[in-house]
């Protein structure tokens, strides 16, 4: 397993932008595909973004497509979610995860490790 902690998030008005890191404990991160998810008040946990271990794959939820961006750079154990045109509707506390293929991450979600969970609030 590889220990994960999140870092970026805070306050920004709606049509503002932040970057989200992931940073992953080990020497094993190019091991793993990682994603992020977001778990708003009161609302189950969904699937954000996810990128493959080599960064060849990448997937998007419909409702942040064209305005997030996921890349990793495995020579600092980190992946990045590059958040634009931010909306209300995305306040949430955004996770990040870590699973041995996003297939498994999509239908297995429990089954990887996770980070502690860093609040992005969007004010409209």
């Known amino acids: 397993q590889v220990q994960l902690v999140e870092s970026g998030g805070g306050l920004v008005q709606a049509g503002g932008s932040l970057r989200l890191s992931c940073a992953a404990s080990?020497?094993?991160?190019?091991?793993?595909?990682m994603g992020w998810f977001r778990q708003a008040p009161g609302k189950e946990r969904e699937f954000v973004a996810a990128?493959?271990?080599?960064?060849?794959?990448?997937y998007y939820a419909d409702s942040v497509k064209g305005r997030f961006t996921i890349s990793r750079d495995n020579g600092k154990n980190t992946v990045y979610l590059q958040m634009n045109s931010l909306k209300p509707e995305d306040t949430a506390v955004y996770y990040c995860?870590?699973?041995?293929?996003?297939?498994?991450?999509?239908?297995?979600?429990?089954?990887?490790?996770w980070g502690q969970g860093t609040q992005v609030t969007v004010s409209s």
């Open positions: 080990g020497r094993t991160f190019s091991s793993y595909a």
């Open positions: 995860s870590s699973s041995s293929s996003i297939a498994t991450m999509r239908e297995f979600p429990d089954s990887g490790s």
């Open positions: 990128i493959s271990r080599s960064g060849g794959n990448i």
